[in-house]
Every structure is written in structure tokens, then in C-alpha cells.
């Protein structure tokens, strides 16, 4: 079993929907992050959290640290929100742990 | 732009051989954390350096080495390459100190894709 995993693995949404990506972990943490991989490889990083809830744009994360889950939500979904949205939280030191990753795409 | 960047862009190697990828870090920024991604697949942790001195290193054999520069940029050397080594390598830059907690997010670079054949 993954130390980070993350549901679902791939998500169609049509635009102007509210989309939900989960990610659940099993190991402490000092933080987690939500990234964002475009098709070209790069990696964006959208949210550190280490504890509630933190907003930007239509971008909503949200931590229960007791419950060891983190959700992302995107409200108003565009098609050029479609990427791979990754869950990663760092253990020891500076380590992150990455999840598999959730494809999203959202079409027109 | 995270202010990170990686040399090459795309590499294509054959089995046996060496290589070595770089990263230049944001600015201010000392340590850098190497990554490996295979296709379809998060990251996976390589080791990461913190002011020229190895930091923690992930589940990988030792043909995987690291260096950091005195100005923090770093090599990643990967020797006696294998074809499970294809894969995108990322780099990520942060500010921190050794043992303690990290301040701050991590930034990414564009990434090396690297094909063996």
C-alpha cells in the first residue's frame, strides 16, 4: 500500500464544474502539497498546508490532520485546469512523498 | 517561472553509459531535492543536498550520485545507465536548514527526460 494515495485516478469534468480530488496518507507529516503537472512535464506547486483550509482563485485545499486526508477543489472548472493534480507530504527533513496523481480533464 | 532550471531538456542515452543532468536553484534558495518519474507515475525521492552536503536519500543504488555547487546548483550522475532509468528527473529548490523543518514550498524545475535505449 501507497504511504500517499489519491482518488480518482482520472477525472472528466465538463466546464463550469466543481470538481473534488482526494488524497489520503498514512504516515505523519509536516506538511502537504498539492502540485499541478502540465503535459510538458512541469511541476507547479499550488498549496502547502499543514493544517485547515487554504483558498486561491477557484482553487479551494483542505486538510484534517486527525483523519490524515487532504481534498482539492476547483470551482468553476476550465478546460485549461486539465493536468495532473498531485498530492505529495513531507516526512523527514524536507522529503516529499508523491501520490500517483490524479488526471483531470475538462472539456468544452 | 519558478526560477528553476535543468540542463538538458531531453537526453537520449544507451544502456551502459553515464550521464549527468543539472539544476540551478531559485535564488537565496540552499538546498535541492532531486526526483524520479516514471511514466505515469508520481516522483519518487532521489536524495537531496543541503549546502553541498547530502541530506537524505531515498530507496535508490549507489550508481545514483549527487554534487552541490558552493552557488547551490547541483548534478545528478547516473552511471551504468539501465532502461528502467527513462524517466522525467526533477528538480526542486527550497530554503531550510539540515534536520529542521523545511521553511516554505519547494519549486520545481521544467524537468530532464531521459530515454536509454
Known amino acids: 500500500k501507497n504511504e500517499v494515495e489519491q482518488s480518482p485516478q482520472n477525472l472528466t469534468a465538463q466546464e463550469g464544474e466543481f470538481i473534488t480530488i482526494n488524497c489520503s496518507y498514512s504516515?505523519?507529516?509536516?506538511?502537504l502539497h498539492w502540485l499541478q503537472q502540465h503535459p510538458g512535464g512541469g511541476i507547479v506547486s499550488l498549496f502547502m498546508?499543514?493544517?485547515g483550509k487554504k483558498k486561491h482563485g477557484r482553487l479551494i485545499a483542505t486538510i484534517n490532520i486527525q483523519e490524515k486526508h487532504s481534498s482539492l477543489h476547483i470551482t468553476a472548472s476550465h478546460p485549461r485546469d486539465s493536468a495532473v493534480y498531485i498530492c505529495?507530504?513531507?516526512?523527514?527533513?524536507?522529503?516529499?512523498?508523491f501520490g500517483e496523481g490524479t488526471q483531470l480533464t475538462v472539456n468544452p | 517561472e519558478t526560477g528553476v532550471t535543468q540542463s538538458p531538456t531531453h537526453l537520449i542515452k544507451t544502456r551502459g553509459q553515464q550521464v549527468t543532468l543539472r539544476c540551478s536553484s531559485q535564488?537565496?534558495?540552499?538546498?535541492v531535492s532531486w526526483y524520479q518519474q516514471a511514466l505515469g507515475q508520481g516522483p519518487q525521492f532521489i536524495f537531496q543536498?543541503?549546502?553541498?552536503?547530502?541530506?537524505g536519500r531515498g530507496n535508490f543504488p549507489p550508481r545514483f550520485s549527487g554534487l552541490q555547487f558552493p552557488n547551490y546548483s547541483s548534478e545528478l550522475n547516473v552511471n551504468a545507465l539501465e532502461l528502467d532509468d527513462s524517466a522525467l528527473y526533477l528538480c526542486?529548490?527550497?530554503?531550510?536548514?539540515?534536520?529542521?523543518?523545511?521553511?516554505?514550498?519547494?519549486?520545481f524545475g521544467p524537468g530532464t527526460r531521459l530515454l536509454v535505449l
Open positions: 535564488s537565496g534558495h540552499n538546498t
Open positions: 505529495a507530504v513531507r516526512t523527514s527533513g524536507s522529503r516529499l512523498t
Open positions: 498546508l499543514s493544517s
Open positions: 526542486a529548490s527550497s530554503s531550510g536548514l539540515a534536520g529542521v523543518r523545511v521553511r516554505g514550498t519547494q519549486y
Open positions: 543536498y543541503y549546502r553541498e552536503e547530502e541530506n
Open positions: 504516515v505523519g507529516i509536516s506538511a
